[in-house]
């Protein structure tokens, strides 16, 4: 009689695990679901070519393996929207294309993975072989343009556009002289950019205001005058540190003159003092040599290096302006 009243309750361990393990995981799944529905209803739609998925999946379902196909699309373009490119490799070296329109769309597929991936070679490889007939083909023609330039093959880079219809007077046409005027500049030829830039019209908010950028960028180049090695050296060795000065590294050049002059002054000092032989006189002799010659050297190279660091920051320009109209047009 005395048990009737007792009430059942759970044990406290059995709280606890459900607590700690059975609802996380429930959570979990449900969190899982909702955003397997949301991407379904968002992907449900028909894709954007604009992306590069030449297989679009419109109202109602594809039949056959059309179908399976763009589904396996659509969840890879999913994991490259979510940077996962490695995951995303693996499974389009897994496509098996059964059509010229599929196999456009793999080789897009990878171009564009690649190109994430910073392997512009590989990506401008894949690039290339979209077929003419692609929605994608301008696109996959100016981002193996790019890619190719950047790695300094401007040779191929211009060879690409040039074979590239554009057609005359639109968005494309303009992109394309942009493209051809800064690899003209990445390769020193300014008559070849004069070429390009004559048709720059500034009618595309595209392309504006980097054409302007590509003007800024061609009046630097075509007023600066490169500091000449042999020059620098000679200098340097008429007055210590002349040749950095002349380099443009007045500090460096200042600074090295008062090095040597310094030791000269110290070595001419003990020469007065104790004469010829002394040990001295000998040593601070040989360091002001040293420094000397060094100077002369250390002009040289003051003088190449300025070179190139202008020559570098110039390239980044150029590729960066010749960079952002592609993704804003694209």
């Known amino acids: 009689m005395r048990n009737q009243g007792k009430q059942w309750r759970i044990p406290a361990f059995i709280l606890e695990a459900l607590m700690t393990k059975l609802l996380p995981a429930v959570l979990m799944l449900l969190f899982m679901l909702t955003v397997h529905a949301g991407y379904a209803a968002e992907h449900g739609k028909s894709i954007n070519l604009q992306g590069g998925v030449v297989s679009p999946v419109v109202s109602g379902q594809p039949a056959g393996d059309d179908f399976s196909w763009s589904r396996e699309v659509r969840f890879i373009r999913y994991l490259i929207g979510r940077d996962d490119y490695r995951e995303s490799l693996f499974l389009l070296e897994k496509l098996e294309p059964e059509n010229s329109r599929q196999l456009d769309s793999l080789h897009y597929l990878k171009g564009w993975v690649h190109y994430q991936q910073k392997e512009l070679d590989r990506s401008a490889e894949y690039f290339l ?6 929605p994608v083909y301008r696109k996959s023609r100016f981002f193996a343009a790019y890619n190719l330039a950047h790695k300094g093959d401007t040779p191929k880079a211009r060879g690409v556009l040039e074979r590239t219809d554009t057609g005359q007077g639109d968005l494309y046409h303009a992109l394309q ?4 005027g800064g690899i003209a500049l990445l390769k020193r030829d300014l008559e070849q ?8 019209s500034g009618n595309y908010h595209v392309t504006a205001t980097q054409e302007q950028q590509m003007v800024h960028h061609y009046i630097r180049l075509k007023e600066r005058r490169a500091s000449s090695p042999f020059v620098a050296g000679m200098l340097s060795a008429a007055v210590p540190g002349l040749g950095k000065i002349y380099a443009g590294k007045p500090a460096e050049g200042v600074a090295g003159f008062l090095y040597v002059a310094a030791l000269g002054l110290t070595a001419f000092d003990f020469y007065r003092g104790s004469g010829p032989d002394s040990v001295l006189f000998v040593l601070s002799a040989s360091a002001a040599g040293a420094f000397y010659v060094g100077n002369i050297v250390g002009s040289v190279t003051a003088s190449r290096r300025v070179n190139q660091e202008f020559n570098h920051e110039m390239d980044q320009r150029i590729l960066f302006d010749m960079h952002i109209p592609l993704r804003n047009a694209f």
Do not use: G, H, I
């Not at 950019?193 to 720059?200: E, I, K, N, P, S």
């Open 129 to 134: 072989k979209v077929s003419n007939d692609s």
């Open 177 to 180: 002289r942009l493209q051809l």
């Open 193 to 200: 950019y004069r070429l390009q830039a004559a048709d720059f």
